[in-house]
């Protein structure tokens, strides 16, 4: 059998967007899951369009996603190099030979007659706007002419006259194309540089990649591929094109539907793993009804049999949905190291209050875990703990825990001297100290309970409750809060 080899071939040029990681996983998945090679291939030949640092940014995705590859720029495997501009000799030899086979050939138009030849097409409303094979005809003798002139020059593919193209395609069934729909392709650029169409090919065949993954934007280019794989003789590879992503609009995802980059995704709080597990099903479906798998578990599972044909659709409230699933299963303190950054920042300088969090990692999983959708939102879940927020004492009345601002006043008094001599600050005896309270007055826990959470948070919901959130503040603060509502409801 032939070796599976699968190729993510980006560009550097800007943020990872889902659409690129969701088409290097599956081209990551097509590879593992028969046991096969997973190549990175930088494609960096549009020098114009290249972004400083967006290199570093896909390495660093695949890096903190898991999807590590056999081959690559730092991984050297026999197919080298594996950065397109570092095969720069690589692609005029190899358009040569396909000028030598008849299959291409050498064009000197200027910038200025395609510029011409483009706006004449467009104003008599032509239906093939493209190049009109002027240097198709040029005889031996004017190439020649022109070459020792040192005259300018692309190469272009000589595409088929009349008849049709078609290829098959793993996902979209058999593609077929009318070659006289097809524009004489330049393969290589003025400047040496060989086009993408064109470097594809040759570096696809160069790698050995049995199975070309992308995105469906290239159904429609591929006949161009399939023509010059023919042109050079060589063996096409297994073509899968993945379908579109939309966002919930049904239309392609694009900013308007909030973060787009993988980058903007971990910025606002979500987990590396949930963001795979999500993308994996953006296209693919699995044979269960299963939806929560590992990189690992993909890798078993994944077929390209169940890649879908329809546009996938990018939720939002979907994938918060699997990031609270991968939260909710953290240990401790794996929970604790993702949150540090967002409680240090709010923490601020009250490092009093830094260093009391950290002896509550427990305690912080606990009221945390369950109820985070992404790990941001801790700031504004604990946002009572640096300051006490403004509030009115309106939140002491609460009908269902029976609490008017009477019996909310008379609980944070008789509390505030009971908890001032209370020996320890500890969950178990702040918890014992206000219900043997509630039990010696008959009343109600939650009459209780609910006032000096408000006290202590200022805040109608708060993670936790009354003790939870005296424990966070410290005997001092949370002292100093209870006054400050005695104060509000003289
Ligand atoms: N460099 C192309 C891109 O970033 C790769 C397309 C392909 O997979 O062939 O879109």
Not at 169 to 180: H, L, P, R, S
Not at 201 to 220: P, Q
């Amino acid at each position: 059998m032939q070796e599976v080899r699968t190729r993510f071939a980006p560009s550097p040029t800007g943020f990872m967007h889902i659409g690129n990681l969701r088409t290097a996983l599956f081209e990551y998945l097509v590879a593992k899951a028969q046991h096969g090679t997973f190549i990175l291939r930088i494609e960096d030949t549009d020098q114009k369009r290249q972004v400083e640092g967006a290199l570093a940014k896909i390495y660093q995705t695949l890096a903190s996603v898991g999807m590590t590859y056999d081959e690559g720029p730092d991984k050297p495997g026999d197919c080298g190099p594996y950065v397109q501009s570092e095969r720069f000799g690589m692609y005029l030899p190899e358009a040569l030979k396909l000028v030598k086979s008849g299959h291409a050939y050498y064009c000197f138009c200027t910038e200025e007659r395609l510029a011409q030849l483009h706006s004449d097409l467009e104003k008599s409303g032509a239906s093939f706007i493209g190049y009109d094979r002027y240097c198709r005809n040029l005889s031996r003798e004017e190439v020649e002419a022109k070459l020792a002139a040192g005259t300018p020059f692309v190469i272009r593919q000589k595409m088929p006259d009349s008849g049709e193209t078609t290829y098959h395609d793993e996902v979209y069934g058999d593609i077929t194309v009318q070659n006289n729909t097809l524009e004489d392709q330049v393969l290589v650029k003025s400047d040496g540089y060989p086009t993408y169409n064109f470097a594809n090919v040759v570096d696809d065949h160069a790698m050995r990649i049995s199975h070309v993954v992308r995105g469906c934007e290239y159904l429609s280019s591929t006949p161009k591929y399939v023509l010059l794989y023919e042109a050079f003789g060589y063996e096409q590879p297994k073509y899968i094109h993945l379908p579109l992503i939309n966002g919930k609009d049904g239309k392609k995802l694009s900013k308007r539907h909030g973060a787009t980059s993988y980058e903007e995704l971990i910025n606002a709080g979500y987990l590396p793993e949930a963001v795979i597990n999500y993308l994996a099903l953006l296209g693919w479906s699995p044979a269960s009804t299963e939806e929560l798998f590992t990189l690992s578990e993909l890798e078993q599972q994944f077929d390209i049999a169940h890649i879908a044909k329809a546009p996938a659709v990018f939720d939002i409230e979907k994938l918060q949905w699997f990031n609270s699933q991968y939260i909710i299963r953290k240990s401790t303190a794996d929970f604790f190291r993702l949150i540090e950054p967002a409680l240090q920042e709010l923490c601020g300088d009250k490092q009093e209050l830094w260093q009391r969090l950290q002896t509550q990692q427990d305690l912080l999983a606990r009221i945390l875990q369950p109820r985070l959708s992404v790990l941001t939102e801790v700031r504004e879940k604990l946002a009572f703990l640096p300051s006490l927020p403004e509030y009115s004492t309106d939140l002491f009345v609460h009908k269902k825990m029976k609490t008017t601002l009477e019996s909310a006043k008379a609980v944070l008094a008789d509390l505030q001297t009971e908890l001032k001599n209370l020996p320890s600050w500890t969950e178990t005896d702040l918890h014992d100290l206000m219900i043997n309270y509630a039990q010696k007055r008959e009343l109600k826990n939650g009459m209780v309970m609910w006032p000096i959470r408000v006290a202590a948070t200022g805040m109608q919901v708060s993670p936790g409750g009354a003790v939870e959130a005296l424990v966070l503040l410290g005997r001092e603060e949370s002292l100093q809060r209870i006054e400050v509502a005695l104060e509000k409801l003289k």
